[in-house]
Each structure stands twice: as C-alpha cells, then as structure tokens.
C-alpha cells in the first residue's frame, strides 16, 4: 500500500522533501512525521526502487507549538503597557518643568528611543504568531513602487547618518500589493545592511523590470556572511556565529518574517553574499494582480 503511495506521489518528479502527514500508528499512536523520497532506476531493471526516509518530528512539532503560544501570550501581554508607557513619556517631554531642563528631556528622549525598540519588538514577536498560525492578512492595492521606495530612503537620510542611502534607478512601475508590509521588508533590509557594515559608509537600493515581476536589490558592502551560513539565515531566530559573538543586537527575526511576506506576494527573497566584501538582497513582486 505504501509502495503505491509513493509511486502515485512519483509519478511526475522524481523525489519529494519534507512532505509532512500525521498517522496514527498501532504501537506508538498519533505521530507527526516527515517523509523524504527519491525514485532510483536501476541498469536492466523494470521495476525501479524507491528510498524512503521517515523522521519522526512529533516533539519538535510540540515545541514549536509551545513557542507560538509564548509568542502570543508574551506579545499581548507586553502590548498594552507598553503603548501605556509610550503615551505618558510623550506626555512628560511636553510638560513645562521638562522642557526647561536639558538633563531631563534628554534622558526622555534616550527612553523614548529605548520604547520605540521595544515597541518594534513586540509587533515582531506579533508578526511571526500571525506567520506561522496562518493569520498574516494583505491589503493589497495598486501603487507606485518607486514613490514608496524614495519615501523609505528618504526617512533613512533624514535619521542616519552613517551611510548614505543611495536610490540608484529611476525606473517606475505599478504594483499589487500590500504596500505598509512592503514597506516593513524596504525598512527591514536597508537597516540590516547599515547594520551589518558598520565600516562602511553607502548602502544602494535599485531595481529592475524583469518580464511580468520586479526585482528590487538592496546592496551594502560590509562584513558579508559565511557560505556555510548562507542557507540557515531565514530561519526564524536564527543569527550568524559572529552576530551571536559580536555587538550587534538583533533577535534574528526581520529576515524570516520578510521572506513569508514576500512568498506571501507570490514573490521570493534570496540574496548574494561574499564574506568580507558585502551581501545584496533581492526580492520579486508580480506586477499584474495574481
């Protein structure tokens, strides 16, 4: 029966990954497994052989789920204070005795700066609940990508100024999509590529029209990432061995919720890398409505 199965799955390709099912086994029950499978065809054989591997990812499946909860609980919980806070430390930098005194209002301003990041924290927590439950919502309308790309640079050279932030194409274009989560990614991967080229002093954003998508690059040239690393960035949580050795904070989650925004698009994120001299990150959008 299982034979069968598979060979129904391998009809059209020649192998699957990571397909995962639950079945309820007689001995050890309910399980949570993934199945790999590659077809091998055999010199003067009819009937071809199939490799079969079956990893049992039931109590991963469960800690996972344990860490969505914590997610969820930990990002409502700290919503509501949070934004309390946010509001009576805009109150005190308005009051008269605050005003007047320097030490004062610059202490609010370092604390408000401090509840920014954290407020930032809390609605990524949120976004990777909202990924990974499925409730992650567009609302996609058409708008010009280039509008939105200049605002974006813009706010950057306004606010950094330890890199020029360079737009370096005028190329316009329309497209469909959800325009404040496009603009979460633009934010996310220009601040990462400040960041991670801290010896550096230019980041280039640009893009090009390529058949029915566009392709918008993100270029620094900074500390770049090790080829053994490269594969494991989008992972949600995940930082590079010298992030976690190094300074620079990060909880290793901007990567991972912008890659399932832009799949949610329909468009992908991928990105070029050489160690010491920079990294690009790319990323597609369909043009026309899908």
Do not use: C
């Not at 946010?86 to 370092?110: C, F, G, R, V």
């Not at 280039?204 to 500390?223: A, C, E, L, P, R």
């Not at 949610?264 to 990294?279: D, N, R, V």
Request: hydrophobic residues 35%.
């Amino acid at each position: 029966r299982l034979r069968h199965l598979l060979k129904s799955i391998l009809t059209h390709k020649t192998f699957f990954q990571d397909f995962e099912i639950e079945h309820d086994f007689p001995i050890i029950g309910k399980r949570t497994v993934l199945l790999n499978a590659r077809m091998l065809v055999q010199k003067n054989k009819n009937n071809p052989m199939i490799l079969l591997a079956i990893e049992d990812v039931t109590e991963k499946k469960h800690i996972e789920r344990q860490k969505d909860d914590f997610i969820s609980i930990a990002s409502h919980e700290l919503k509501t204070p949070v934004t309390s806070m946010k509001a009576y430390t805009h109150l005190l930098q308005k009051h008269p005795l605050i005003t007047n005194d320097k030490k004062a209002s610059y202490m609010l301003e370092k604390l408000d700066l401090q509840m920014n990041r954290l407020t930032e924290l809390v609605a990524s927590f949120m976004n990777v609940y909202k990924i990974r439950t499925g409730k992650l919502r567009l609302k996609k309308q058409r708008f010009q990508l280039e509008e939105l790309i200049s605002e974006v640079v813009g706010n950057f050279q306004y606010t950094i100024s330890s890199h020029i932030v360079e737009h370096t194409d005028d190329v316009k274009v329309k497209v469909y999509a959800d325009k404040a989560r496009i603009h979460q990614v633009l934010v996310n991967l220009i601040s990462n590529a400040i960041k991670y080229s801290p010896d550096a002093d230019k980041v280039k954003v640009s893009k090009k029209i390529d058949k029915d998508k566009v392709v918008v690059s993100v270029q620094d040239f900074g500390m770049g990432i090790p080829k053994e690393e490269q594969n494991r960035i989008y992972e949600r949580f995940f930082r590079t061995k010298r992030n976690r050795e190094g300074s620079i904070p990060g909880l290793g989650l901007g990567l991972f919720i912008s890659t399932e925004i832009i799949k949610q698009h329909g468009g992908e994120l991928w990105m070029k890398s050489i160690e010491g001299k920079g990294s690009t990150f790319y990323f597609s959008l369909q043009i026309k409505p899908t």
